[in-house]
C-alpha cells in the first residue's frame, strides 16, 4: 500500500513558478504510475501529468510546455515543477498512485487511481 504527503504550492503571481513535491511514507513510486491531477472550486478534478515506470510521461494540453512530471526513485518522491503559471492555474493539487503496481500508465483520469496524498494549494494572482 502506498502512502502519500504532499509538500510545496503556495501563491505566485502570474509568471512565476512553484514545485510541489510528493513522498511515498510507504511503499515506492517505482512501481507504480504516478500523477498530478487539480480541482478548482465549482470543477471536477481534472488530470495534469502523469509519469509511468519508465519515465513516459503525459500532460493536459493547458500546461504542455510549462510543467514538467518528475519522479526520484532513490527518494521514493514525485515532483510537479511548475513554471509560467497562469491564475488559471489556481486550484488544489493532488498527487496520486495507482491502485494497482504496474510499469505502464493505462489512463489519463483520476479514477484509474487509487491512493491520494492530502492536497496542496496553488494562487496564481494576476
Known amino acids: 500500500q502506498v502512502q502519500l504527503v504532499q509538500s510545496g504550492g503556495g501563491s505566485v503571481q502570474a509568471g512565476g513558478s512553484l514545485r510541489l513535491s510528493c513522498a511515498a511514507s510507504?511503499?515506492?513510486?517505482?512501481?507504480?504510475?504516478m500523477g498530478w491531477f487539480r480541482q478548482a472550486p465549482g470543477k471536477e478534478r481534472e488530470a495534469v501529468a502523469i509519469i509511468d515506470s519508465y519515465g513516459g510521461t503525459t500532460y493536459a494540453d493547458s500546461v504542455k510546455g510549462r510543467f514538467t512530471i518528475s519522479q526520484d526513485n532513490a527518494s521514493r518522491t514525485l515532483y510537479l515543477q511548475m513554471n509560467s503559471l497562469k491564475p488559471e492555474d489556481t486550484a488544489m493539487y493532488y498527487c496520486?498512485?495507482?491502485?494497482?503496481?504496474?510499469?505502464?500508465?493505462?489512463?489519463?483520469?483520476?479514477?484509474?487511481?487509487?491512493?491520494w496524498g492530502q492536497g496542496t494549494q496553488v494562487t496564481v494572482s494576476s
Open positions: 510507504r511503499g515506492t513510486v517505482s512501481n507504480y504510475c
Open positions: 496520486a498512485a495507482d491502485r494497482t503496481p504496474r510499469m505502464l500508465c493505462v489512463g489519463f483520469v483520476s479514477s484509474y487511481f487509487g491512493y
